[in-house]
C-alpha cells in the first residue's frame, strides 16, 4: 500500500544542494511539501513562515550547526513539538547523544534510503486516519 503523505509540510536543512535535492524529491514523490535551507539561519526564518510538521537538519553545516539549530527550534514554545531528526554522515555514538541532549528527536545516517526518511516520518509525526486512507484492512 503506498502511503499518501499529503499536506505534510516536511522541512529539510542540509548545506549540500545533492542531499536537500534528493530529499526533497524522494518527499515530493510521496505527496509531501518540501522546503528546504541551505543552513540554520536560512531555516530559522523559513520555520517561522511555514510551521513545518517535521524537520531534518544536517548536523554539519557552516555558521549554524545542526545541534545549535535544533537547539534553537527546541527553545522556541512555539515549536518545540516540532520533531527534529539530525542527519549526519557520522555514525557515532557521540554525535547521536549530543543530538538528544540538544533534544532531537531521531537520528539518521546519511546517505538515508526512502525507507528511512519516510519511517521516521511515521514514527513522529502523527497519522489521522483519513490522512492514512481510512482503512485498516
Request: net charge neutral; aromatic share 6%; proline share 5%.
Given at each position: 500500500m503506498e502511503e499518501n503523505f499529503e499536506s505534510l509540510k516536511v522541512m529539510v536543512i542540509d548545506d549540500s544542494k545533492t542531499i536537500r535535492r534528493t530529499a526533497e524529491t524522494l518527499l515530493k514523490k510521496v505527496g509531501c511539501t518540501v522546503i528546504t535551507a541551505v543552513d540554520g539561519f536560512d531555516a530559522l526564518a523559513k520555520i517561522a513562515d511555514n510551521n513545518p510538521d517535521i524537520i531534518f537538519?544536517?548536523?554539519?553545516?557552516?555558521?549554524?550547526?545542526?545541534?545549535?539549530?535544533?537547539?534553537?527550534?527546541?527553545?522556541?514554545?512555539?515549536?518545540?513539538?516540532?520533531?527534529?531528526?539530525?542527519?549526519?554522515?557520522?555514525?557515532?555514538?557521540?554525535?547521536?547523544?549530543?543530538?538528544?541532549?540538544?533534544?532531537?528527536?531521531?537520528?539518521?545516517?546519511?546517505?538515508?534510503?526512502?525507507?528511512?526518511?519516510?519511517?521516521?516520518?511515521?514514527?513522529?509525526?502523527?497519522?489521522?486516519?483519513?490522512?492514512?486512507?481510512?482503512?485498516?484492512?
Open positions: 537538519v544536517d548536523i554539519m553545516m557552516p555558521r549554524l550547526d545542526g545541534y545549535q539549530t535544533c537547539a534553537l527550534i527546541k527553545n522556541n514554545s512555539a515549536f518545540r513539538g516540532t520533531p527534529v531528526i539530525m542527519l549526519s554522515s557520522k555514525d557515532g555514538l557521540f554525535d547521536k547523544a549530543k543530538g538528544r541532549i540538544v533534544g532531537s528527536d531521531q537520528y539518521l545516517t546519511k546517505p538515508f534510503s526512502k525507507e528511512e526518511l519516510l519511517g521516521a516520518i511515521r514514527a513522529h509525526v502523527p497519522q489521522s486516519d483519513d490522512l492514512a486512507g481510512a482503512s485498516e484492512a
